[in-house]
């Protein structure tokens, strides 16, 4: 029995001494010893898939499921955090069986039988290269042209208006003394720019077109001597402005609540003496042109610069009858307001005191808009209703004022793509494009369109009225104006009782109403 055992006993040895040979082998000579997977390789697969589905907080996946480094969420900016705060909330994954749901194990499922991954989708591609950054646009390689000086004018013993030709919308640098240098844009091909000082002063100019280089220099010199003043003030981006205007930046014209109070009231009995004599409910608009001053009361030079902007006693009538002095009767269209949107365009002229077509436009839109709610048919002509040109002109009456008769400007004239214009649209087309108002007297008396829909009117107004007309006309059915025309202002009691007119329009600039507000009354 001992011996069965010690053999027993020597062939167990034996077996454990060969096993640890193969063992030993399979080690030195790198032998596999089966090609099934281990539990602990099926362990080593599921985390390494695991961590390849979920990626850091620095992954984000694109469309076809690659994940590319990106930003963290602090480089964001700030708007675009707040709106996207839902995506950096932490949520809690869901169980099912032992499988989230949170959409980065379910492209796997875990056969628990056979101990094995069965891949249902296919495996997550390598991220594709990313190009190189982009590097820096070409710098230009054209020069801008070199602008050209056309005139100097002296307006004070101060100050002069530099007036010249440039690539068309060119920034013009410019800067003289020790410490004056300012940046404007031309006006289409043409600018117009202001240096002050005394004796004489080096100027150094040159223009930036849109894509190119800076032109070469232009350097002169400029004499101050005692001159005659004009009422011309040149202001920054190439405009030119009235004297008389420039004085309204600090609050020279105004007017109090009592005068405004007393204004109402006597344009409300006027309107009731008006409607007894239409027999109809006729209502008034006033049309009031800002100075183009106050719309541009922030772009002017260092010394007329403020820092905000003063009321005219126009533009508080136009606050008083928007707000506590309302009559459903009397529209005044806050024009300001208006203009603050389209103050980038050219809605006035650069050498003239009055509004070009453009701003004209704008101000029928608002007209048009009023008189649609009594009258839906009434609708102002869209843009799109006119071909627009930007055409070379004479200059106006800021330029007459400068003795500047060679002086000129680039501004926009409506053409119209339509034939019911009416005849005050005709007439002024037949007068030509210029910049000055047309004479008094060119226009007809009455302009017809043939729409039964539109209301008929009365119009009364100052030289703002020139630009205007050819709008307000398309606007009504039958527009009556005075002989005159223009500054022919009382109201005709025969057209009232003749035409029986829905509206009575008048269309008065700023400039042209005192503190007393006299120029409203009717």
């Known amino acids: 029995m001992k011996e069965a055992h010690g053999v027993f006993a020597k062939r167990y040895v034996t077996l454990i001494l060969c096993g640890i040979t193969v063992l030993l082998c399979i080690v030195s000579s790198g032998c596999t010893p089966s090609s099934e997977h281990t539990d602990t390789d099926i362990l080593s697969d599921v985390t390494n898939g695991f961590e390849t589905l979920h990626p850091s907080e620095d992954t984000e996946a694109d469309d076809s499921g690659v994940f590319e480094e ?7 900016p700030q708007d675009q955090q707040s709106s996207n705060d839902t995506l950096y909330e932490d949520t809690e994954d869901t169980y099912t069986d032992g499988i989230t749901t949170d959409g980065y194990i379910t492209d796997s499922t875990i056969d628990q039988t056979e101990g094995t991954i069965e891949e249902t989708d296919p495996p997550l591609t390598q991220a594709p290269e990313t190009d190189p950054p982009a590097t820096d646009a070409p710098k230009p390689t054209v020069k801008t042209s070199t602008p050209e000086i056309l005139g100097t004018y002296r307006q004070a013993s101060d100050r002069i208006i530099i007036y010249g030709k440039t690539e068309p919308d060119a920034l013009i640098t ?46 002169f010199d400029v004499s101050f001597k005692s001159v005659e003043l004009t009422d011309v003030f040149g202001g920054r981006n190439s405009r030119l402005y009235l004297r008389s205007t420039v004085d309204t930046l600090f609050g020279s014209s105004s007017t109090t609540e009592k005068t405004l109070q007393n204004t109402k009231t006597l344009i409300t009995s006027k309107l009731k003496k008006i ?24 772009q002017m030079y260092p010394y007329l610069v403020t820092n905000s902007r003063s009321s005219t006693a126009a533009m508080q009538f136009v606050s008083y009858m928007n707000g506590a002095g309302k009559h459903e009767d009397i529209i005044v269209p806050d024009l300001m307001k208006t203009f603050d949107l389209h103050k980038d365009e050219p809605i006035y002229f650069r050498t003239d005191t009055h509004w070009s077509e453009l701003g004209a436009y704008y101000a029928y839109v608002e007209m048009m808009n009023s008189i649609k709610k009594d009258f839906p048919s009434a609708s102002a002509h869209p843009l799109s209703d006119f071909t627009i040109v930007d055409t070379d002109c004479s200059a106006g009456d800021l330029a007459n004022l400068l003795k ?8 926009p004239f409506f053409h119209a793509n339509f034939e019911q214009t009416g005849q005050f649209y005709t007439a002024k087309r037949d007068a030509g494009n210029i910049v000055c108002n047309i004479p008094v007297g060119t226009y007809p008396t009455v302009s017809t369109v043939n729409n039964s829909s539109l209301p008929t009117g009365y119009i009364i107004g100052d030289s703002y009225g020139a630009f205007f007309l050819p709008f307000a006309g398309m606007g009504f059915k039958k527009l009556v104006v005075n002989q005159g025309i223009l500054w022919d202002y009382p109201i005709n009691e025969e057209i009232l009782k003749t035409e029986k007119p829905d509206y009575i329009v008048f269309v008065y600039t700023d400039r042209n109403i005192g503190g007393n507000l006299a120029q409203l009354l009717i």
């Open 174 to 219: 410019y800067s003289w003394g020790s410490d004056s240098s300012f940046t404007d844009s031309a006006r289409g091909k043409y600018f117009y720019v202001e240096v002050n000082g005394s004796g004489t002063q080096n100027v150094t100019l040159y223009a930036t077109a849109d894509g190119k280089k800076a032109s070469d220099k232009v350097s």
């Open 70 to 76: 990106t930003e963290n969420d602090q480089t964001l």
């Open 275 to 298: 409607q007894s004599l239409t027999g109809k409910d006729t209502k008034l608009i006033y049309i009031l042109a800002p100075n183009p001053v106050n719309v541009y009361y922030d």
């Open 404 to 411: 500047a008769k060679d002086m000129r400007e680039c501004t």
